[in-house]
């Protein structure tokens, strides 16, 4: 037995070892990365990052020296496991066994089915897959982008400021429209037409047009885009097919209790990060994944805890998990934040300034707080956060 | 012990301030103000707000 097997070298895969350590877990911990590289910080692979140049070297996390000894598997993923037997295969042949397993695989970004030549057409989730865009986004570059969420919104307002032309096809009528809402959303689009960005929304994309290498894109009101590079960002899939064929439910990522136990798991074994389907308590309703940054930390605290007192035979912390979902997002000058979970939301207000500059708004559902989101007005946040602790 | 922020990095988002409210500030005009000598037993909470601050612009030595 090899003590903790975590897969997936990640924000959550790195704070889970950090957190068993500082619990007081000293037996040995094996981290399974798919990429090559140590864990790094993926928010600003479409932000500063993307415009000033992708070095992976400056964006690892700092480690903490508890971790030195970690021995770290790199550049070969997880294919298959069997929770019984407590093994995990990796693609390059390797089997690992465990005592306790962390699944820290995080997400991917979800590809549509579309007709003709898909050269061209990228995902950005990766270090590497940033690299294969930046290289796109050059002055004059026609980008495409599908999908109008945070990370499509993002590319456009970057590759706006490294000089392409940029058009955002979505099916959704606002920009980010779930969690920012229609008013927030059409403020926001409101900015980004001003820096020059095309929208096409209520649209979705019919084709891919050129020989080998997409040359143009066409949308369903019969609309013809020039493309030099088609950007995909449209959701997102969980990374458990190497958990396939252990019972678990897989629909959602994977879903735990407050201690971040994997339910129904025949063995000790733990989720973190966006993979993770868990409970809040300050959030009404069922369990929840919450792809935020925050998050990983957040469940690979807790996490790290459960296995250093199942490890010991101690007792697991049973007490109900709590956590505030924080996100943020830089459009051109505009900075975005939000804390809790706005879109859980039925009725939003704007509380002060207005949506056409800075301004706050309250999200709240059946009439409770749920979460607020600020543009440029990050400071007046905090007691907007201090209310949403409080008040479940 | 020592607490830095690299202000090139910073984009003055605050998170820090909510785990170590003592040592991390944003101040009128929004921009984040700290203490770089901070007392040993406020470690737990200084590594707190090292790890979630989003530009990983906090160093404690
Ligand atoms: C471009 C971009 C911008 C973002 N911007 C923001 C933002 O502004 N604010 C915000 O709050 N959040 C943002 N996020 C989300 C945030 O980065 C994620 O929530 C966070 O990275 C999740 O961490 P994780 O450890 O769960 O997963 P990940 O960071 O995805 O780590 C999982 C790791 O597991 C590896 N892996 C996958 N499958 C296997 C396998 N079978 N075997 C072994 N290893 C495997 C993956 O390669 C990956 O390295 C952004 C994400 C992206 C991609
Ligand atoms: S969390 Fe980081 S980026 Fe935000 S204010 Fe603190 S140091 Fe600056």
């Known amino acids: 037995m090899t003590g903790i097997v975590i897969v997936g070298a990640g924000l959550g895969g790195l704070r889970t070892a950090e957190s068993a350590r500082a619990a007081g877990y000293q037996g040995p911990i094996t981290i399974v990365g798919e990429e090559s590289h140590l864990p790094y910080n993926r928010p600003p692979l479409s932000k500063e990052a993307l415009s000033t140049g992708v070095a992976v070297d400056d964006l690892h996390f700092r480690r903490k020296p508890s971790v030195d000894d970690v021995t770290w598997h790199l550049g070969a993923p997880a294919i298959g496991s069997d929770l019984v037997a407590r093994t995990v295969t990796l693609a390059d042949g390797t089997v690992l066994s465990f005592q306790a397993l962390v699944a820290a695989t995080g997400i991917r970004p979800r590809r549509l089915p579309i007709d003709g030549p898909q050269a061209g057409c990228i995902v950005l989730r990766t270090a590497d897959d940033a690299l294969q865009l930046r290289e796109r986004l050059i002055p004059g570059a026609q980008v495409v982008i599908l999908g109008a969420g945070f990370i499509g919104c993002e590319v456009a307002a970057t590759a706006i400021k490294l000089g392409c032309t940029v058009h955002v096809v979505a099916i959704d009528t606002e920009p980010m429209i779930r969690p920012l809402g229609a008013e927030l ?114 469940t690979g605290k807790r996490a790290g805890q459960s296995l250093a007192a199942v490890l010991s035979g101690a007792p697991m912390d049973t007490a109900a998990f709590a956590a505030m979902p924080s996100f943020w997002s830089d459009q051109y000058s505009h900075k975005l934040q939000s804390f809790g979970m706005p879109g859980l939301a039925d009725h939003i207000t704007v509380v002060a300034g207005s949506p056409d500059g800075p301004c706050i708004a309250e999200y709240r559902r059946d009439g409770q707080l749920v979460g607020v989101v600020g543009i440029d007005m990050t400071a007046e946040l905090a007691p907007y956060r201090k209310q949403l602790m409080g008040q479940q | 012990m020592k607490v830095t922020v690299d202000m090139d990095k910073c984009q003055h988002y605050g998170q820090c301030c909510f785990e170590a409210p003592d040592v991390f500030e944003l101040d009128a005009d929004g921009k984040l103000q700290y203490v770089a000598d901070v007392a040993e037993e406020r470690r737990a909470d200084v590594e707190s707000a090292a790890d979630v601050c989003p530009m990983q612009a906090i160093v404690v030595e």
Do not use: K, Y
Request: charged letters at 20%; glycine letters at 10%.
């Open chain 1, 185 to 298: 959303g059409s403020a926001m689009r409101v900015r980004h037409e001003h820096h020059g960005v095309h929208f096409h929304l209520g649209r979705f994309v019919t084709g891919f047009v050129g020989d080998e290498q997409i040359t143009r894109v066409t949308v369903d009101d019969g609309t013809e885009l020039a493309a030099d590079v088609v950007v995909e960002a449209v959701g997102s899939v969980a990374n458990v097919e190497w958990l396939a064929g252990n019972g678990l439910d897989l629909s959602d990522g994977l879903l735990v209790d407050d201690a971040m136990a994997v339910i129904d798991a025949p063995c000790p074994m733990f989720a973190v990060g966006d993979i993770a389907r868990h409970p809040n308590a300050w959030f009404p309703g069922p369990a929840r994944r919450i792809e935020h940054w925050n998050m990983p930390t957040e």
